[in-house]
């Protein structure tokens, strides 16, 4: 039986996933050559699997009647078999059966064709009592309770809910054309107050939504960022391009008037577009995330200009990551901060702290 191209492309996806890539750049790359109905068709598998795996892992246990320990290729299948018989309709259950049972065979496991062929004829999408929060909402416990504790138990829960479904697309619009981003992300630049002329510095700057958004006020802006395949991504915005690690002393002789400290972080805050994260975030990570950030933001301060304007902004809800960085900036320094909160705001959650210079 020849299997569905779309479900190949999300099954091999998902292992890579497994392997520690990121879904949305494995589509980019793997769909780029499928017609947009098996492209849709693979995303939304992909992304569903990571979005409800918690649940999914449940109905897999629950049906085999037993702990299992599975290989990784069968479990994938399993997840996109009951994924695909549970949430899609538009699937047709034997198609998402037979396919199931077609993938554990490509991927050299016959010995399970039988299990998982069993098991998916069990799947419906009759109501489920699930035993935990955190399969419910398909989130890990330890984040919930962190979220808790921040922001309330109402709140955890439209967090970990709004990471369930597909995010909004927005569009800004600019003299330069349209481009997607974040309705979150279009609300860091600005803070910048930015003015034409200013000398402006992007330190993280790729992958360049808000380099671009802040060429538009007219700024003699410099973009970095660590890796250069990443960085080349914006030669179409500026040819001022500086490969650089900014958690060391920054190289430039003059200072900036503004500074966008755009930093990498767990991305907490994005849990519907790269939902992989929740999986793969570890509690001991933040630490080290914080230590990187907090050295970005002494840096690019270092390099602020009297008079000068900084933004330090994440995607993340953590606040060792937000206020465990900014919080060595005294308070008199500060003209002000931002958070978005996926499920009470829309789009992306993000901090922003607006820092002015010593």
């Known amino acids: 039986m020849n299997i569905a191209t779309a479900r190949v492309v999300a099954f091999d996806i998902l292992l890579k996933v497994e392997a520690g890539g990121y879904a949305s750049d494995l589509l980019m790359t793997h769909s780029a050559s499928l017609e947009a109905r098996d492209a849709g068709l693979a995303a939304e598998i ?14 897999i246990e629950h049906h085999a009647g037993r702990a299992r320990k599975l290989d990784l290729a069968v479990r994938i299948a399993l997840r ?10 538009r699937v047709p259950p034997h198609a998402a059966v037979k396919e199931s049972v077609e993938l554990v065979k490509r991927a050299h496991k016959t010995s399970a064709a039988g299990l998982v062929n ?21 989130c890990p416990e330890w984040l919930l309770s962190r979220w808790e504790a921040a922001f309330g138990a109402e709140t955890a829960v ?5 990471a369930l479904r597909e995010p909004e697309k927005y569009v800004r619009s600019s003299p330069a054309g349209d ?4 309705i979150g992300s279009q609300s860091i630049v600005p803070l910048l107050g930015l003015e034409a002329g200013q000398r402006f510095l992007d330190l993280c700057a790729a992958p360049g939504n808000k380099t671009a958004q802040a060429l538009e006020a007219g700024v003699d802006a410099v973009a970095s960022d ?5 960085l080349r991504q914006l030669k179409a915005l500026t040819a001022n391009l500086v490969v650089l690690d900014g958690t060391q002393p920054l190289p430039f002789a003059r200072p ?13 805050g994005t849990l519907g577009r790269n939902p992989e994260i929740k999986w793969r975030l570890k509690p001991e990570d933040l630490d080290d995330l914080r230590a990187r950030q907090s050295a970005l933001l002494a840096n690019a301060r270092a390099a602020l200009a009297p008079g000068g304007v900084l933004v330090y902004a994440t995607c993340s809800l953590e606040a060792e990551e937000n206020e465990g960085v900014t919080g060595v900036v005294p308070e008199a320094l500060i003209a002000g901060r931002m958070r978005r909160i996926p499920g009470r705001d829309p789009g992306d959650g993000f901090y922003a702290c607006v820092i002015k210079s010593a």
């Open 179 to 182: 481009r997607l981003q974040d």
């Open 226 to 230: 660590l890796h250069f395949h990443r």
């Open 256 to 268: 900036f008037d503004r500074i966008l400290v755009d930093a990498p972080c767990s991305g907490t």
């Open 158 to 162: 439209a967090i970990a809910q709004a």
């Open 118 to 138: 069993a098991l998916l004829r069990q799947a419906n999408r009759e109501p489920v009592l699930w035993p935990t929060r955190a399969i419910a909402l398909s």
């Open 46 to 59: 992909v992304f569903g699997v990571l979005r409800y795996r918690g649940q999914l892992d449940f109905l």
């Open 80 to 89: 996109m078999g009951f994924y695909q018989l549970r949430y899609l309709e």
